[in-house]
């Protein structure tokens, strides 16, 4: 249990992920004057915290094992799958989404009663800046806790 405790590699990830997730509710407030703390729980939006997060991992890892080592390739990988997932996949399925709720507003109006089905969530997947912005975190939260920190 100690070991995990003092994981640097794992806490430097979370930090990040949560930094992520701070500046994406300080945004909402500072651009739409709005005070939406129910958003550091939500996926999507600037900047990517996924991102951020297996960037700080893959950059930490890079920093402690070396960019040659099996384990940096390792996280590469994984942190490339991530990101990918989050510019395609879920991006795709917000905009699906999006289309659907739509459609069902639309088909409110025709059938008005009993047609009550909930809106699907749309902000799921990130944009490629959304994304770049996440993995700039991401690798300075792991150069603060890795270079500057010890």
């Known amino acids: 249990m ?14 990040a992920s949560t930094g992520a997730q701070v500046i994406k509710v300080l945004l909402i407030l500072l651009f739409e004057r709005r005070w939406r703390p129910d958003k550091f729980m ?27 080592s099996p384990l940096f390739a390792i996280t590469v990988v994984f942190s490339l799958i991530v990101i990918y997932d989050a510019t395609g996949v879920r991006h795709s399925s917000g905009m699906q989404a ?35 912005v996440g993995a700039i975190l991401g690798v300075l939260a792991a150069m603060t806790a890795f270079v500057w920190l010890g």
């Open 98 to 132: 999006r289309m659907l709720n739509e459609l069902i507003e639309e088909l409110r109006e025709v059938v008005r009663e009993g047609f009550a089905p909930r809106p699907l969530r749309v902000l799921l997947g990130h944009t490629y800046l959304e994304v770049l």
């Open 2 to 15: 100690l070991e995990l405790i003092h994981n640097k590699w794992l806490w430097t990830a979370v930090f």
């Open 42 to 68: 939500e996926t999507g939006g600037m900047p990517s915290s996924h991102t951020a997060m297996v960037s700080a991992l893959s950059t930490g890892i890079g920093l402690t094992a070396g960019t040659g």
